[in-house]
């Protein structure tokens, strides 16, 4: 595990540990656990939002006791910084079609709810049996748009976190745990 071993391991950008991967590891096992229960007889269509999601979707599905199939959308709403500009779209599509499917939506981090809200409206209108959202982390003081959460890992402070996927200008994914990045290497960004 990657730790704060009483020296900033992760350099001069990054400010704290927020959530280490043995509890990001705990809470994803209990979430799997969740899901698996309530569609117990049912096959799901696991959709994971790019590229963010990658890692946790990696491993929630591991988790699951019921038969899972794999697909990706590819949304754009951020630039490259911290802010949204309020608008979405998609940049890659779904492959399968949901129509009558099981279809669980997993996101890294809910903030604004834009990419969700707008994810949920199209999906809708393509008939799937059932849509349902799991997200890792809910920024609730962030929100612009309400967003349906059935499935929630941990809700977070407003600060800017990195890492199990999420990035600051494609950097920092590849972390095992979630940081806090300083408001220092944000601030005063444009976008
Ligand atoms: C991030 C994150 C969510 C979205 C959440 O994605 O992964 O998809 O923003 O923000 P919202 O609730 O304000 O819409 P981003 O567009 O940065 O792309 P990425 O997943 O490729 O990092
Ligand atoms: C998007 C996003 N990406 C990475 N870290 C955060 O805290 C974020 N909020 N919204």
């Not at 990657?2 to 540990?17: F, I």
């Not at 309020?86 to 709810?113: C, F, N, S």
């Not at 949920?120 to 008939?127: D, H």
């Not at 976190?161 to 944000?186: C, F, P, Q, S, W």
Request: charged fraction near 25%; include cysteine; hydrophobic fraction near 45%.
């Amino acid at each position: 595990m990657h730790g704060w071993v009483g020296h900033n391991v992760y350099g001069a950008e990054l400010e704290r540990v927020l959530l280490d991967s043995a509890a990001i590891d705990r809470r994803v096992r209990e979430l799997g656990d969740s899901i698996s229960r309530d569609y117990a007889g049912r096959e799901l269509l696991a959709v994971g939002i790019l590229k963010g999601a990658l890692i946790f979707l990696a491993d929630l599905v591991r988790r699951l006791t019921v038969p899972v199939a794999i697909d990706f959308v590819a949304v754009g709403s951020y630039g490259a910084g911290t802010e949204s500009s309020g608008a979405v779209r998609i940049l890659k599509d779904l492959e399968q079609d949901i129509a009558g499917r099981h279809v669980l939506l997993v996101e890294d981090i809910v903030d604004t709810g834009l990419t969700l809200n707008y994810l949920l409206e199209i999906f809708r209108a393509r008939a799937p049996a059932s849509l349902r959202v799991c997200v890792l982390l809910d920024k609730p003081e962030r929100r612009r748009v309400p967003v349906p959460i059935d499935y929630c890992g941990f809700v977070i402070p407003d600060e800017f976190v990195v890492g199990y996927g999420l990035d600051y200008n494609e950097r920092y994914r590849h972390l095992a745990d979630i940081v806090v990045l300083r408001r220092e290497v944000y601030r005063g960004s444009s976008v």
